[in-house]
């Protein structure tokens, strides 16, 4: 079955989620947009500490608690408002229609259950009345959709008994075993050498032409980018300066932050002597600047740029989707 | 597994084997035994007699091995306060009692404690929290006798609702239970406490969440698996704390257990009985160490399967 973009199923609107610490307040996601489409593969792109895996965790309201609070914003899934749901409602979403794999797959594998056990965790806890035989029979069934060798026997084993891209996969079976609608990868590959790393990523392909569910990739890496998504959001200090279609971003990077990330990518073509990177650091989450937060850092940085906010320019013709937060593209247009 | 059992196993009897060779040298080094027996105008002669009835003219590491091979068949001489017992005679009668009162004792401080430190846990600087650090505050700044004796004041004198002392039915273990137990629920609260806030910040608590299952089977399940594993391993000192505390509590309510014995001999100079129970308590501490090490095998996985 091929691939087909669909209507629009979540929304996130204008979400923020700061971190109450004793030192301050931690504005860890401060203003994130993006639509996500059924079928669709989106990426959420940015360096490290730039609240991608915050903003994914509060798509489930999963935030690390009681320290981290959605304070603005909206999340509608299928049009449905997430943030007006309770504990119990959000129960029934988690796993269900909206799933997670977690940053670390090595370590999110609960050592002292089974694989088996995990897997039918998730399974029966949205498939209320099966009991035993048939719920390890959907556990095996989930393990031979990831492609897991011997499943039979997997099921028996203990986390620490099988290797690390076989969790890699456990960890998409539990996402995939209730059939969401969405699922959320953080970096799931961070942690694999490079052909697991590709395995894997074919998989997640295979997975989402077969069921046609929406994925949200969460990655530093725009290599990985070009070979699986679809349209990208890139994030800089909690908040997105530039979206829109993958080619769009890879042909016309229209903000100077993902013009400097693209220049840090390594190229196949040409023989690099030095990897560019982008000079200075991220400004301090509990301290950010009024204007634009790349400023400091930015090449093209005017008076206007440190005081005021950049709103969002859409980027090309009329109607295009492509947009960038950037005083510069103001002059343009 | 049965490799570590195996192992485990043969580390204990030489831990023990060790714990002899530290009684047998205490009690040499402790003076000489005749001096305590005898009267003060015995005669030259009277020592070399029972310097040899008792072997003591003979080299060390001979005196040794009849120790050890005595010991081997529990002997560990005769009582000198009650003529005619044998030190582990009189243990073993007294162990029946200690066990029961140290069985208890646990029972009554995990049976408090756990809950306590999970739900302390769950909801960090929460009300269970606060309560949790009075609990661990007073658990450990009241001593054992003082609390033994307030408990006696209120629910034997004042209210008249338990005996005081004495073992005669289950009426009797209460206080004494509670006053034993009292130190070591302060002390398994911060143990279970700290290890699930530890286990609670892992990566696969994240995921039975993103899973979608109940906050309290995140807690009681995934979490409190993992997180008993850490407090386990203190079992054995926990144990060996309730033995040693058995001697206070046992004085404080005239428990006819090991370590009112135990008092009881030292203040008599009955050395024998001393040595029989300080060798019972340690092949106690060192069981109870092995008997940890085989929990801690089944309940964590990692080291079920080496
Ligand atoms: N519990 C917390 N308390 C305070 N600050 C936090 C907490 N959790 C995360 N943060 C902060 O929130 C910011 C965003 O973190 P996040 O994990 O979302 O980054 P990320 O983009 O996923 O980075 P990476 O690529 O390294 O995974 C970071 O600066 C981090 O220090
Ligand atoms: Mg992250």
Redesign the pocket.
Known sequence: MARQIGEVILEVEDLHTY?F?RFGT?K?VDGVSFNLRQGEALAIV?E????????ALSLLQLQ?RP??RIVKGSIRLEGEDLLQKTEEQMREIRGKRISMIL?DPQTSLNPVFTVGNQLIEAIRNHHAGETGRSLVRRAIEGLKQVRVAAPERRVEDYPHQISGGMKQRVVGAIAISCEPKVIIAD?PTTSLDVTIQAQYLRLLREIQEETNLALIFIT?DFGIVAKMCDRVVVMYAGRHVESGPVRDIFNHPSHPYTQALLRSVPSMDEDVKRLYSIEGQPPA?WDLPSGCRFAARCEYAQERCSSEYPPSFTVGLNGSTHSASCWRLREST | MQRFIAIRFLQSLLALWVMSIIVFGLARLSGNPLEVMLPIEATKEDYARLEKYWGLDRPLHEQYFVFIKKALHGDFGDSLKYQGRSAMELVTERLPATLELAGFALLVSIVVALPIGVLAAAAKDGKWDTGAKIVALLGQSLPSFWLGIMLMWIFAVMLDWLPSSGRSGWKNLILPGITLGWFQVAVIMRLVRSSMLEVMDSEFVKLARVKGISESKVIWKHCLRNAGIAPLTYFAIIAGGLLTGSVVTETVFTWPGVGLLVVDAVRSRDFQVVQAVVILFAGIFILCNLLVDIMYAYLDPRIRYQ
């Not at chain 1, 490290?48 to 903003?55: D, E, H, N, P």
């Open positions: 971190c610490t931690v860890a940015g490290s500490g730039s609240g991608k895996t915050m903003t690390p320290a981290a940053q970096e530093h989450l």
